[in-house]
């Protein structure tokens, strides 16, 4: 491979009343979702940051920022998608994604392979080249304390 590179990414939002919990472009059933200009969905934006990053771009909130209202409520896969053409447009090509989400509850893994399936479609990549996993922060800090879900990406890249 010429050109490897790796980019890494983290984010996380607030839990709030009446929002819909979407992660990993699923919407799970849950009493709170993440608050957010977009649909807030942290394992998006995570991998999102990862990929910019990875191919010498800045953050996601220079590209899609949250003051502009083209992307209030926008779905996060459709930014994926938006990042995809950045890379591509780089010469650069995806070869596989490792995340983890950090939250308390709800509990996250009977969604894993629906989350998984998203992202390889929109990205073109095998499922396995998707790695999604769950853990609890036995009650630890702010997710711990169900207040927020926050997730982390580590991609590669290569030309």
């Known amino acids: ?14 839990l709030a009343e009446g929002r819909k919990l979407v992660l990993g472009g699923v919407k799970i059933d849950y009493e709170k ?7 807030a969905d942290v394992l998006v934006h995570a991998i999102m940051d990862a990929l910019l990053g990875a ?4 953050d996601i909130g220079s590209h899609f920022p949250d003051d502009d209202m083209h992307y209030e409520g926008i779905s ?11 890379v591509r447009s780089k010469g650069y ?3 596989n994604i490792d995340s983890i989400i950090v939250a308390q509850k709800p509990r ?6 629906e989350m998984k399936a998203n992202i390889a479609d929109l990205l073109q990549l095998d499922k396995d080249c998707i790695g999604i996993k769950a853990t609890t922060p ?7 304390r169900g207040e927020g879900i926050a997730a982390y990406a580590v991609v590669c890249i290569y030309k």
Do not use: Q, W
């Open 1 to 14: 491979m010429t050109g490897f590179r790796v980019g890494n990414g983290y984010d996380v939002h607030k």
């Open 33 to 39: 979702g993440l608050l957010g200009h977009s649909d």
């Open 55 to 58: 191919c010498g771009e800045s």
């Open 76 to 86: 996060s896969l459709a930014l994926l998608d938006k990042v995809k053409s950045i």
């Open 93 to 95: 090509i995806i070869a």
């Open 108 to 113: 996250i893994s009977p969604y894993v392979d």
């Open 138 to 144: 036995e009650g630890l800090g702010f997710t711990g």
